[in-house]
């Protein structure tokens, strides 16, 4: 366990890590973690960004010259070999400016376009996506479009809900988009648009999800997604869990950047846990429960869980693994932080949920394990506050698990 790999063209680290090392021989139930440190981008990014905004009657006034302002502004972050396009969706979807390499754009044409863009009408929100898809997807028959790492964003911004399609519409529509190797970034701004539907497409489609307080903050949304695309090392990345005869994996979730719980792929004994683009300096953590089963013979290490992290064609590998035994001195060995990543997680899920009464419920059972004075327990029990009196963008703001360094790992 913790040890680092690496392959030719990239360089990453991955380490495993268990709560307990020893159990005993009749079995019992473990908490795992999986780190991912993705090292340092070795080629140029082409980033493919679809920016799919909402211009239904409710974004009227402030909020869609703020959307055309938070536009010009991913304007000034591209480069000449990024392509952009631009959704428009009310009622109807447009495709108000196909996918082209911004080096090819007249400026003043690009802004007129942006200044084109007006409120009115309902909120189909699905086709808005669903063209903005398409658009992306019809980058792979440019000749042009191959060249170096391209990373594919949707960003998507809306004050509504689609009247049309629920959160289980979307949830399909977001697995098609992320099986075409396309991130979503979803953004809510306002009071009216369906959270559910927000946060479903940014977690299945492996992205991030936000709640924005006012217009303003419609500039950093599509500013930070922009250039956090520019820093992916690797996109398409995942974890192979390869588990022995008898061992089960369950409550499997994303610790960084964003808490998110998982549903696992699984194929046999083989389950995948997709993971969000690798993007440098910024770590990524799979914590879990792994079941395991009883044997009789004593002092013997078991490989339970076979990990391998496959990102761009490079693969590295670790295991998690524990040894049998009945000395209750090894029984008591336990690694306390492992545990508290775990539950930490779980929680701060849940509360990005809204789910306040399970959160509570696990800080509980947190704090009768770890006691009350333990850092990370004060720090659920104070958030599980926050979002019980807050509202949408205190519930946002839980699933972003504080790092103690500029490394981005947990504390």
């Not at 399909?172 to 701004?189: C, K, N, P, Y």
């Not at 610790?255 to 770590?283: C, S």
């Amino acid at each position: 366990m913790g040890v680092g790999l690496q392959w030719t063209g990239m360089t990453a680290e991955i380490r495993t890590d268990v709560n307990r090392p020893n159990v005993p021989t009749d079995g019992t139930t473990i908490t795992a973690e999986v780190d991912v440190e993705p090292g340092e981008k070795d080629e140029q990014v082409q980033r493919h960004i679809a920016l799919c905004i909402d211009t239904s009657g409710s974004m009227s006034g402030e909020k869609i010259q703020r959307a055309r302002d938070g536009a010009s502004w991913v304007f000034g972050l591209l480069e000449d070999e990024d392509y952009v396009s631009i959704v428009a969706f009310d009622a109807d979807a447009e495709l108000v400016l196909r996918p082209t390499r911004w080096g090819d754009i007249d400026r003043d044409d690009a802004m007129a376009t942006l200044d084109d863009l007006t409120a009115g009408g309902g909120t189909n929100m699905f086709d808005g996506l669903e063209t903005a898809q398409n658009a992306l997807e019809a980058l792979e028959f440019r000749d042009d479009a191959n060249e170096g790492t391209a990373v594919r964003r949707i960003l998507l911004l809306s004050d509504g809900k689609d009247k049309h399609n629920d959160p289980p519409a979307f949830e399909d529509l977001a697995r098609t988009i992320d099986d075409a190797g396309i991130r979503v970034e979803s953004a809510g701004i306002g009071h009216d648009y369906n959270e559910d539907t927000i946060r479903t497409l940014g977690t299945t489609a492996r992205g991030k999800w936000t709640h924005l307080d006012g217009p303003g903050d419609i500039e950093d949304f599509f500013g930070d997604a922009v250039e956090q695309a520019k820093s992916v090392v690797a996109p398409d990345a995942q974890l192979e869990l390869d588990v022995a005869d008898g061992v089960e994996v369950s409550d499997v979730y994303r610790a960084l950047p964003q808490a998110q719980d998982v549903d696992l792929d699984w194929q046999d004994n083989t389950a995948i846990v997709k993971l969000p683009d690798l993007t440098e300096r910024e770590h990524q953590r799979v914590v879990m429960k792994v079941h395991v089963p009883g044997q009789r013979d004593e002092e013997e290490s078991v490989d339970l869980v076979d990990v391998t992290l496959t990102a761009r064609g490079g693969q590295a590998s670790d295991t998690i693994s524990v040894t049998y035994t009945e000395d209750n001195a090894d029984l008591a060995e336990q690694n306390e932080e492992v545990q508290l990543d775990h539950q930490q997680t779980v929680i701060q899920t849940e509360l990005g949920k809204g789910n306040v009464e399970s959160a509570e419920t696990q800080v509980e059972q947190m704090t009768r394990i770890h006691g009350e004075d333990t850092e990370i327990v004060q720090e659920v029990q104070q958030q599980t506050q926050i979002v019980k009196e807050g509202g949408r963008a205190e519930r946002n703001r839980a699933t972003k698990i504080v790092s103690d360094d500029d490394n981005g790992i947990q504390k």
